[in-house]
């Protein structure tokens, strides 16, 4: 049985993260049987977002003003910029709450494999942020992979020598770990980083 509607539909729901076909399946599923309560008002929330949300010029944020709302929240610390790699660490960051300062998306990382180099990444933007002279940290905040890590020391190079302080974030054992059931890299990256108590 085909129905091009409802065919096109799902093909465009497999297409998001985390949905394949089946999935896709089921929830046009469940958005035809709930039409008036789900389907509609989802319809709506995805024009209005399409049509009002914008990336910062400053940051890279989505948000529905240009700067965004971290941006523009003149209680964050401006000195300190926390170098992400995508919107989603940026949430995820501001979930936790323990961040007060300002971010820079990248849009990615560094890869030879997927053919992503500096001009592919909003790297550029950084550095004159930084040469504007009003910047004392930089957070380099990418994920413990081999392209993350790239990027990070890609970075570091770029700001060398622009008087100012490059940190990154601390890799070892998280909260709540057990050692038994960490991998070898990350126990080996905590005995690296250990501290005094």
């Keep these: 049985m085909s129905n091009g509607d409802i065919d096109h539909l799902m093909r465009y729901l497999a297409r998001l993260p985390g949905l394949g076909p089946r999935s896709a399946r089921r929830a046009v599923l469940h958005l035809l049987k709930r039409r008036e ?4 008002p989802l319809i709506e929330a995805l024009k209005q977002t399409a049509e009002t949300v914008v990336a910062c010029d400053n940051c890279g944020n989505w948000d529905n003003h240009n700067p965004c709302a971290v941006c523009s929240d003149h209680r964050r610390d401006a000195a300190v910029i926390c170098v992400i790699e995508d919107v989603s660490d940026l949430w995820a960051l501001e979930r936790a709450a323990a961040f007060r300062g300002h971010y820079h998306v990248l ?10 180099g500096p001009e592919d990444l909003n790297i550029d933007r950084l550095v004159a942020r930084v040469m504007d002279g009003n910047i004392r940290e930089v957070i380099l905040a990418m994920n413990a992979t081999v392209d993350g890590q790239t990027t990070a020391h890609y970075i570091a190079d770029r700001l060398a020598g622009r008087n100012v302080e490059i940190s990154r974030l601390a890799h070892g054992v998280p909260v709540g ?11 080996a990256q905590a005995l690296k980083a250990r501290r005094g108590v």
């Design 177 to 187: 770990g057990e050692l038994d059931y960490l991998d070898d890299g990350t126990l």
């Design 37 to 40: 309560s789900l389907m509609l």
């Design 107 to 116: 849009g990615g990382v560094l890869s030879a494999l997927d053919g992503v």
